[in-house]
Protein backbone atom coordinates (compact mmCIF):
# COMPACT_ATOMS: atom_id res chain seq x y z
CA UNK A 1 0.00 0.00 0.00
CA UNK A 2 1.06 3.61 -0.69
CA UNK A 3 -0.38 6.56 0.59
CA UNK A 4 0.33 10.22 -0.23
CA UNK A 5 -0.59 13.32 1.98
CA UNK A 6 -1.30 16.14 -0.18
CA UNK A 7 -0.82 19.06 1.55
CA UNK A 8 -1.64 22.80 0.07
CA UNK A 9 0.66 25.71 0.95
CA UNK A 10 -0.06 27.55 4.00
CA UNK A 11 -1.40 31.33 3.99
CA UNK A 12 0.69 33.55 2.14
CA UNK A 13 1.33 37.16 2.44
CA UNK A 14 0.10 39.56 -0.75
CA UNK A 15 2.54 42.33 -0.45
CA UNK A 16 3.34 42.77 -4.42
CA UNK A 17 6.04 40.24 -3.87
CA UNK A 18 6.52 37.86 -7.15
CA UNK A 19 4.07 35.17 -6.80
CA UNK A 20 7.07 32.88 -6.58
CA UNK A 21 8.95 34.81 -3.70
CA UNK A 22 6.05 34.81 -1.73
CA UNK A 23 6.31 33.87 1.95
CA UNK A 24 4.07 32.76 4.63
CA UNK A 25 1.75 35.50 6.86
CA UNK A 26 1.50 34.67 10.79
CA UNK A 27 -1.81 33.18 10.12
CA UNK A 28 0.16 30.76 7.85
CA UNK A 29 2.48 29.68 10.34
CA UNK A 30 0.14 28.75 12.66
CA UNK A 31 -2.23 26.95 10.62
CA UNK A 32 0.56 25.23 9.09
CA UNK A 33 1.73 23.93 12.54
CA UNK A 34 -1.79 22.99 14.04
CA UNK A 35 -2.48 20.67 11.04
CA UNK A 36 1.38 19.36 11.26
CA UNK A 37 0.44 18.70 15.02
CA UNK A 38 -2.95 16.89 13.88
CA UNK A 39 -0.65 14.25 12.08
CA UNK A 40 1.74 13.87 14.58
CA UNK A 41 -1.41 13.18 16.85
CA UNK A 42 -1.97 10.72 14.27
CA UNK A 43 1.30 8.91 14.56
CA UNK A 44 2.15 10.12 11.27
CA UNK A 45 5.63 9.80 9.28
CA UNK A 46 6.46 10.83 6.38
CA UNK A 47 9.49 8.71 4.19
CA UNK A 48 9.36 11.49 1.40
CA UNK A 49 8.27 15.18 1.46
CA UNK A 50 8.38 16.46 -1.72
CA UNK A 51 7.47 20.32 -2.55
CA UNK A 52 6.90 22.79 -5.37
CA UNK A 53 10.03 24.89 -4.96
CA UNK A 54 8.20 28.39 -4.12
CA UNK A 55 8.89 29.81 -0.92
CA UNK A 56 5.87 29.71 0.30
CA UNK A 57 5.73 26.08 -0.08
CA UNK A 58 8.90 25.27 1.12
CA UNK A 59 8.23 27.22 3.89
CA UNK A 60 5.04 24.96 4.67
CA UNK A 61 6.62 21.87 3.85
CA UNK A 62 9.84 23.04 6.49
CA UNK A 63 7.36 23.45 9.19
CA UNK A 64 5.89 20.12 8.59
CA UNK A 65 9.02 18.61 8.45
CA UNK A 66 10.11 20.16 11.48
CA UNK A 67 6.49 19.08 13.86
CA UNK A 68 6.86 15.73 12.79
CA UNK A 69 10.83 15.00 13.31
CA UNK A 70 11.38 14.53 9.22
CA UNK A 71 14.87 14.65 9.34
CA UNK A 72 15.95 14.05 5.66
CA UNK A 73 16.21 16.91 2.68
CA UNK A 74 12.95 18.19 1.24
CA UNK A 75 12.65 17.54 -2.60
CA UNK A 76 12.42 20.11 -4.31
CA UNK A 77 10.17 19.73 -7.73
CA UNK A 78 10.17 22.56 -10.02
CA UNK A 79 7.05 20.63 -12.18
CA UNK A 80 4.84 21.03 -8.63
CA UNK A 81 4.63 25.16 -9.38
CA UNK A 82 2.63 26.30 -11.55
CA UNK A 83 1.64 22.51 -12.81
CA UNK A 84 -0.85 20.35 -14.15
CA UNK A 85 -3.09 17.29 -12.52
CA UNK A 86 -1.21 15.18 -15.05
CA UNK A 87 2.29 16.34 -13.78
CA UNK A 88 1.39 15.56 -9.99
CA UNK A 89 0.67 12.53 -11.30
CA UNK A 90 3.92 11.43 -13.35
CA UNK A 91 5.55 12.88 -10.09
CA UNK A 92 4.20 10.50 -7.51
CA UNK A 93 4.30 7.48 -10.62
CA UNK A 94 8.24 8.26 -9.93
CA UNK A 95 8.71 8.41 -6.30
CA UNK A 96 10.54 5.31 -5.43
CA UNK A 97 8.86 2.55 -4.28
CA UNK A 98 10.85 1.82 -0.90
CA UNK A 99 8.84 5.03 0.03
CA UNK A 100 5.51 3.93 1.21
CA UNK A 101 4.18 7.16 2.93
CA UNK A 102 4.98 10.28 1.47
CA UNK A 103 3.85 14.49 1.45
CA UNK A 104 3.46 16.47 -1.79
CA UNK A 105 3.45 20.38 -0.86
CA UNK A 106 1.75 22.11 -3.40
CA UNK A 107 -0.77 24.69 -4.83
CA UNK A 108 -4.51 25.06 -5.11
CA UNK A 109 -6.28 24.16 -7.99
CA UNK A 110 -4.01 21.43 -9.08
CA UNK A 111 -4.31 20.10 -5.39
CA UNK A 112 -7.81 19.95 -4.94
CA UNK A 113 -8.12 18.53 -8.39
CA UNK A 114 -5.46 15.86 -8.23
CA UNK A 115 -7.07 14.77 -5.36
CA UNK A 116 -10.70 14.39 -6.52
CA UNK A 117 -8.91 12.73 -9.87
CA UNK A 118 -7.16 10.23 -7.58
CA UNK A 119 -9.47 9.07 -4.84
CA UNK A 120 -13.44 8.21 -4.88
CA UNK A 121 -14.47 11.68 -3.04
CA UNK A 122 -15.65 14.71 -4.93
CA UNK A 123 -13.86 17.04 -3.17
CA UNK A 124 -14.75 20.93 -3.39
CA UNK A 125 -11.63 22.71 -2.31
CA UNK A 126 -8.87 22.11 -0.01
CA UNK A 127 -8.14 25.56 1.92
CA UNK A 128 -4.43 27.05 2.56
CA UNK A 129 -2.90 24.87 5.19
CA UNK A 130 -5.51 21.69 4.21
CA UNK A 131 -4.61 17.78 4.04
CA UNK A 132 -6.04 15.61 2.28
CA UNK A 133 -4.41 11.95 2.61
CA UNK A 134 -5.12 8.93 -0.55
CA UNK A 135 -4.10 5.36 -0.11
CA UNK A 136 -3.57 3.19 -3.41
CA UNK A 137 -3.73 -0.24 -2.81
CA UNK A 138 -0.68 -0.75 -5.10
CA UNK A 139 3.17 -2.24 -4.99
CA UNK A 140 4.45 0.49 -7.03
CA UNK A 141 4.07 4.01 -7.79
CA UNK A 142 4.23 3.62 -11.04
CA UNK A 143 0.87 2.19 -10.43
CA UNK A 144 -1.23 5.17 -9.01
CA UNK A 145 -3.49 6.46 -11.41
CA UNK A 146 -6.76 8.17 -11.74
CA UNK A 147 -9.39 6.93 -9.76
CA UNK A 148 -7.27 4.39 -8.24
CA UNK A 149 -7.21 5.78 -4.46
CA UNK A 150 -9.05 6.08 -1.50
CA UNK A 151 -9.57 9.02 0.44
CA UNK A 152 -8.89 7.98 4.26
CA UNK A 153 -7.81 11.81 5.93
CA UNK A 154 -9.24 15.63 4.93
CA UNK A 155 -8.56 18.28 8.22
CA UNK A 156 -8.04 21.78 7.62
CA UNK A 157 -7.53 24.62 10.35
CA UNK A 158 -11.05 25.74 9.61
CA UNK A 159 -12.49 22.37 9.53
CA UNK A 160 -11.18 21.58 13.38
CA UNK A 161 -12.12 18.02 12.96
CA UNK A 162 -10.80 14.52 10.99
CA UNK A 163 -12.17 12.03 9.45
Known sequence: MKIVY????????????????????????????????HLR???????????????????????????LGYGKNIKEVKELYASSTGRIISVLNDVKDKHGCVAVVGHNEEITEVCRLLSDEALEHIPTSGVCAIAFKVASWADVEIGSGKMIYFDSPKKGKKI
Open 41 to 67: EKNVKFDKIISSPSKRTMMTAQIFAQV
Open 6 to 37: FIRHAKAVHDGTPDFDRGLEQRGFSDARLMAE
